[in-house]
């Protein structure tokens, strides 16, 4: 399997993946040990980012092809990264360091980069036009939901969200970054009593709402 980054393959850029690292999940807050207790109490662990660690032959026809097309990949793995490695797994990557690029032959030079990130599966999407309805999350972690929501009435609740005020147009709740807009992308958060971002539970989902003809709830399964 290729190797894809935002969508684009690594050979595109004359780059060849010689291996990989995915790092395992780091924890926090998995349990604390009372003074007078042997056995320590579990509380709800905090799942986090993994390390990734690349290394990548970049080859060309001029030591000038090679070093911009390492200057293009370093450019696009220090945005927010969609990275697909040969494991099947997609990662959303954030970009940590690169190494000091080494010829490894004529027209080769070696990089190590080094992300960190979360492994999940593609983004999946449910259409829901009745409240009471499910959605089952694969995964094994609590994934942020990202919710459009097409009104029928003025007042709009999800999930225990209200929403008051609101006119015809798509309300956006989106949980990966941390936004509440209208479909014109303006900021309606003043319009909500919301107290949590939306996420989901993996398994079973009850999606309930009121006021609302269409609601679409999109999410990563993601993987610990």
């Given at each position: 399997?290729?190797t894809?980054i935002?969508g684009i393959?690594?050979?595109?850029?004359?780059?060849?993946?010689?291996?990989?690292?995915?790092?395992?999940?780091?924890?926090e807050?998995?349990?604390?040990k009372?003074?007078?207790?042997?056995?320590?109490?579990?509380?709800?662990?905090?799942?986090g980012l993994?390390?990734?660690?690349?290394?990548?032959?970049?080859?060309?026809?001029?030591?000038?092809?090679?070093?911009?097309?390492?200057?293009?990949v370093?450019?696009?793995?220090?945005?927010?990264?969609?990275?697909?490695?040969?494991?099947?797994?997609h990662?959303w990557c954030?970009?940590?360091s690169?190494?000091?690029?080494?010829?490894?032959?004529?027209?080769?030079?070696?990089?190590?980069?080094?992300?960190?990130?979360?492994r999940?599966?593609?983004?999946e999407?449910?259409?829901?036009?009745?409240?009471g309805?499910?959605?089952?999350v694969?995964?094994?972690?609590?994934?942020p939901?990202?919710?459009?929501?097409?009104?029928?009435?003025?007042?709009?609740?999800f999930?225990?969200?209200?929403?008051?005020?609101?006119?015809e147009?798509?309300?956006?709740?989106?949980?990966?970054?941390?936004?509440v807009?209208?479909?014109?992308?303006?900021?309606?958060?003043?319009?909500?009593d919301m107290?949590?971002?939306?996420?989901?539970?993996?398994?079973?989902?009850e999606?309930?709402?009121?006021g609302?003809?269409?609601?679409?709830?999109?999410y990563?399964?993601?993987?610990?």
């Amino acid at each position: 399997m290729k190797t894809v980054i935002n969508g684009i393959e690594l050979e595109a850029f004359g780059g060849y993946l010689l291996s990989y690292e995915v790092g395992p999940t780091a924890y926090e807050n998995n349990y604390v040990k009372p003074p007078a207790r042997l056995v320590p109490v579990k509380l709800q662990t905090r799942v986090g980012l993994r390390s990734i660690r690349l290394k990548i032959d970049f080859e060309g026809e001029s030591m000038r092809e090679i070093t911009l097309a390492i200057s293009r990949v370093t450019a696009i793995l220090r945005q927010e990264t969609s990275l697909m490695l040969p494991d099947g797994f997609h990662y959303w990557c954030e970009y940590v360091s690169a190494s000091e690029p080494q010829e490894m032959a004529p027209w080769i030079l070696q990089v190590e980069f080094e992300l960190i990130g979360f492994r999940h599966e593609p983004m999946e999407t449910k259409v829901f036009t009745a409240s009471g309805s499910y959605v089952t999350v694969e995964g094994n972690c609590t994934t942020p939901a990202v919710v459009k929501i097409t009104p029928s009435a003025s007042t709009v609740v999800f999930g225990g969200i209200t929403f008051t005020d609101v006119t015809e147009g798509e309300i956006v709740i989106d949980g990966v970054f941390t936004t509440v807009t209208d479909e014109d992308g303006e900021n309606i958060f003043a319009k909500c009593d919301m107290t949590a971002w939306p996420d989901l539970e993996p398994g079973l989902n009850e999606i309930t709402f009121s006021g609302a003809s269409r609601v679409e709830v999109s999410y990563y399964p993601i993987w610990q």
